[in-house]
């Protein structure tokens, strides 16, 4: 079940600089789509999320932006900062069910 | 701020012995969520529960597996008959509805 996916396993940036990390779908049934970090030995922390009804979503540092034509979300980080490093997962919920689907994380190091 | 809170953090147990997770939702939400993460992969839905009762289940949730909210506060996750392959990080994660989830630390489960 490969509906929610992210092609790139890791990512290496450095700091004060831009981090984006991307993700695609294919369940067009989805509409409503959202960022988690994670750390080791933690549990998912909830980032931003953004509907199918907006193509942008802004929260300080963060932005997700949603391209429903080509089922592509892209998270920007900027500026970037060591305490970004972790597993950042997208995520994917439709219609009337709550379950969310997830993609399998990139792993971001921000360099000092 | 409140958080979803999950014990113990670490369990071992043999192979055929039952097990019981235990999480504290959120005190005002409403929908509550195990997930699990075998090692390396994706996390994965379990099962929702709303108003006490299942509201979703995947295919992995078989009758292995139960639920319940035993009070007002803690939501539990039962594996009757343990097998390795439930060897996984579980979380429980909580919401007021068609929002983000919230999820706790996780247990680790470890099937000997």
């Known amino acids: 079940d490969q509906q929610v996916k992210q092609n790139s396993p890791s990512l290496s940036v450095q700091e004060g600089r831009i981090s984006i990390l991307n993700c695609d779908y294919t369940?067009?049934?989805?509409?409503?789509f959202l960022w988690y970090k994670k750390y080791p030995a933690e549990g998912p922390t909830f980032l931003i999320s953004i509907s199918s009804i907006k193509d942008k979503n802004e929260d300080g540092r963060f932005t997700v932006f949603l391209n429903k034509s080509a089922k592509h979300l892209s998270l920007h980080i900027v500026p970037s900062q060591p305490g970004d490093s972790a597993v950042y997962f997208c995520?994917?919920?439709?219609?009337?069910?709550?379950?969310?689907?997830f993609g399998t994380g990139t792993l971001l190091a921000v360099q000092p | 701020e409140p958080e979803v809170t999950q014990t113990p953090s670490h369990q071992v147990t043999q192979m055929g012995q039952e097990v019981i997770l235990r999480c504290v939702p959120i005190s005002n939400h409403l929908y509550f969520y195990w997930y699990r993460q075998i090692l390396g992969q994706k996390v994965e839905f379990l099962v929702s529960?709303?108003?006490?009762?299942?509201?979703?289940k995947s295919e992995i949730f078989d009758d292995q597996f139960s639920v319940e909210r035993p009070d007002g506060s803690n939501f539990t996750l039962k594996i009757r008959s343990t097998k390795l392959e439930d060897s996984a990080m579980y979380f429980c994660a909580s919401n007021k509805g068609l929002t983000e989830q919230y999820f706790g630390p996780g247990t680790r489960l470890t099937v000997t």
């Open positions: 369940n067009s049934m989805f509409d409503y």
């Open positions: 995520a994917a919920k439709g219609g009337a069910t709550n379950k969310l689907i």
């Open positions: 529960f709303y108003n006490n009762e299942i509201s979703e």
